[in-house]
């Protein structure tokens, strides 16, 4: 039995994210298509509405609206045992540009008990600044991805992947800010610009496996790890249970659990007078700083044959939602000293915490 190309399908999407003072929501739709019985072509068009009023924005400046426009295409050829996948990606908001090209090779070694997929992307974006039109800086990144998939038993598959990503150019928002300590500022404290080291190199290893269960249920586990060469490290833990009910109908849930250390650089406050504080790079991003979250994620599908139709042959309706929890060790909630001035002394802020939720809805019909 050799490898197959993906079913020829088309799909709609609703997403939104909702938490932190920020909400993101928009349409995708994904339509794929196969031809000459060898190769299989995709687009997709993705897109984000951001609204955002979230701490890092209202530390320092106003909330703003914009929106994001992505575009991709991909093709998959199929010889034989080989699939070799190519893609190029493009997204563009108002003062960012990125652009990703992928090429990807997979193999089923051994009776098709194993699978090994390589692949490699290179990324170009250009960063903007909303009000500064002299500002574009550049940014380039390179991702090697490698994956091993086995199947130990009938009901066992587990699968081995590793990642490395190398990043070079403008690698912080430009709209970011660090606080220092200054009793001459009213609120204790000053704002300037973020400065990031101009090259970052990441890698992680992760562990899949998923065992079928005699009911055509599934259970899941999954463990990933991270680090890079700016101190961040990083576990992430999964587990996941399917169950069908009848024929037509797919439940599902999850529970994940993440867990990061700071960059080297992250400093909540500056003391300017302390010398081990005054370093070439600093930032304030709390995505920098050491936190922790976990997710509750929950799904239904609902799937159908058509039984008269000569054109389509089945349907699914899919909602999926997922709750997070973040909680931050060393990023700290400056906006109290605007809805309770003098409560709080500088740099002893409440920890900063907060909620979101993700949707996602979609309808698929394959062809």
């Not at 899919?318 to 003098?342: A, C, M, Q, S």
Request: aromatic share 18%.
């Amino acid at each position: 039995m050799s490898a197959v190309l993906p079913e020829d399908r088309a799909d709609a999407m609703y997403h939104r994210y909702e938490g932190g003072g920020m909400v993101i929501d928009g349409p995708s739709v994904l339509v794929r298509k196969s031809f000459l019985e060898k190769f299989s072509a995709s687009a997709n068009y993705y897109i984000d509405n951001v609204s955002a009023a979230s701490i890092d924005v209202l530390a320092n400046a106003s909330p703003y609206l914009e929106r994001r426009k992505e575009f991709s295409f991909g093709l998959d050829y199929l010889t034989n045992k080989t699939t070799i996948s190519t893609a190029f990606t493009r997204s563009k908001e108002n003062d960012y540009l990125a652009n990703t090209a992928y090429l990807g090779v997979t193999q089923d070694f051994f009776g098709d008990l194993s699978t090994l997929s390589i692949g490699y992307s290179r990324g170009w974006d250009t960063v903007m600044k909303t009000g500064d039109p002299d500002f574009e800086r550049k940014a380039d990144r390179q991702n090697y991805k490698l994956d091993w998939t086995q199947v130990l038993t009938k009901n066992w598959i587990a699968s081995f992947g590793f990642e490395t990503v190398t990043d070079q150019g403008f690698l912080n928002n430009p709209y970011r800010v660090v606080r220092y300590l200054d009793p001459a500022e009213g609120r204790g404290f000053r704002y300037q610009s973020e400065v990031y080291p101009e090259t970052r190199t990441s890698s992680a290893f992760s562990i899949r496996s998923m065992y079928y269960l005699p009911y055509r249920a599934s259970f899941s586990v999954q463990a990933r790890v991270f680090s890079d060469t700016w101190d961040i490290s990083a576990t992430n833990y999964e587990i996941g249970y399917v169950h069908p009910y009848g024929e037509h109908w797919i439940f599902e849930g999850k529970y994940r659990v993440y867990d990061q250390t700071q960059a080297e650089f992250y400093r909540d406050l500056i003391d300017p007078t302390n010398p081990a504080q005054n370093t070439e790079f600093v930032a304030r991003d709390k995505e920098m700083s050491s936190f922790s979250d976990f997710s509750i994620g929950v799904g239904v599908s609902y799937e159908r044959e058509f039984k008269d139709s000569t054109m389509f042959k089945k349907f699914s309706v899919n909602l999926f939602v997922d709750y997070f929890e973040f909680e931050f060790d060393n990023f700290r909630n400056v906006l109290v000293h605007d809805t309770n001035p003098g409560e709080f002394a500088v740099g002893q802020e409440p920890l900063f915490a907060y909620d979101a939720t993700v949707t996602r809805l979609f309808f698929s019909i394959w062809y």
